[in-house]
């Protein structure tokens, strides 16, 4: 079975400052990895993923992944958080075998605040 | 070139009462799979449908049942509703290829249970 944990519900940076938001996975097979963005009363954006390939991965908006297999870790950064940042952020695991059609299993997410 | 897009926007319905919520894939996609997001969670996956069958099941009760159509849209039904089944239903479309699945979201119908 597969799980994910989003390390803090709230995250609270300055404007111009560091983000960092934690994912931890669990999987049985090798993962894809997504992290996904959700704005008040809107539906789910893609930032980015993770499929095999570089074990960095870039998204859109300045977003930022690193794969550590060895940390079952997938954590996103951006290194100068912007207003507009100011999100809810989901991460989620797929598991790439057939049997299970690809579904996503969601952490309970983190929102991240960003003060001016 | 359209997005996933889902209707209604809202709904409000009373205990025990049915549902059906409709959702239309991104052009091009052949699968589609249903999430329920509650209050401060994250999405929880419902099924999955391709070529017009149930292909995967999370842990919901018989209660939800859904439909794919020959042209790719979906529904999803909910019987009996529950206070517990307020929620946003999110639907997110797919391209089953060889390769990963990629997943499009909708922008989600709120239902609310009173």
């Known amino acids: 079975a597969q799980s994910v944990t989003q390390l803090g519900s709230h995250v609270s940076v300055s404007e111009g400052a560091l983000v960092l938001l934690r994912c931890n996975y669990s999987s049985s097979v090798p993962p894809y990895l997504f992290w996904y963005v959700q704005y008040p009363n809107q539906g789910l954006q893609l930032l980015l993923k993770?499929?095999?390939?570089?074990?960095l991965v870039k998204g859109i908006n300045g977003f930022e992944a690193e794969f550590k297999k060895s940390e079952t870790s997938f954590h996103l950064t951006k290194p100068s958080a912007h207003m507009s940042d100011a999100a809810e952020y989901f991460c989620a695991v797929s598991d790439r075998s057939g049997g299970s059609n690809y579904k996503l299993t969601f952490g309970k997410g983190t929102l991240l605040t960003v003060n001016p | 070139d359209a997005g996933v897009t889902q209707s209604p926007t809202h709904l409000i319905k009373t205990r025990g009462q049915q549902v059906t919520l409709r959702c239309s894939p991104k052009s091009g996609h052949d699968t589609v799979s249903w999430y329920q997001q509650a209050l401060g969670q994250g999405p929880q996956f419902i099924f999955q449908y391709y070529e017009e069958e149930e292909r995967q099941r999370g842990n919901f009760p018989d209660r939800f049942s859904g439909h794919q159509f020959p042209n790719y849209s979906s529904e999803l039904n909910v019987n009996a509703l529950l206070l517990g089944d307020s929620a946003l239903y999110l639907c997110a479309s797919s391209l089953r290829d060889r390769g990963f699945y990629e997943q499009f979201f909708g922008p989600g119908t709120r239902l609310t249970v009173l």
């Open positions: 993770y499929t095999s390939a570089a074990t």
